[in-house]
């Protein structure tokens, strides 16, 4: 968590977030300990560059961003790195104490799903350079 004003409980959101996400990448599947023969493995890590929550008026906001960095598995080659951000924006619900917490975990996600929007694409310009 690189942000400025770490927020308690966002890396675990941001990993299960990428979990989620990297599964819905076409062409991607997630291994967890057995390397496959002949098929090229990279490695995807996360990182929060930013993180923010307000009450405005009557709105509950959240922002965060992220950097996904795509290297190889065996060597650690940078391949991509895929930036996303995203701002949550919803009205206060005075009786929901969680509301703030819940509105950042949103903006978490969603700033995953921006990052990997064209990872598909990218990850095969990665696997063609490697020919």
Known sequence: DRSVARQ???LPVLANSLD???????????IDTKRPEGVPV?????????????LV??????RASVALL???DSNQTLRIV?????????????????????VAQLAMAHAVRAALRNASSAMNEALAARR
Do not use: W
Request: glycine fraction near 8%; proline fraction near 2%; charge should be negative.
């Open 70 to 72: 795509l290297t190889d």
């Open 42 to 54: 990279y490695r995807v890590d996360g990182s929060i560059m930013d993180t923010d929550r307000a």
């Open 8 to 10: 308690q409980g966002m």
């Open 57 to 62: 008026e009557d709105k509950v906001t959240a």
């Open 82 to 102: 895929f930036k996303g951000a995203a701002t949550t924006i919803e009205d206060l619900d005075r009786h929901g104490r969680d509301q703030p917490e819940r």
């Open 20 to 30: 989620e996400e990297l599964r819905a990448v076409d062409g991607a599947q997630l």
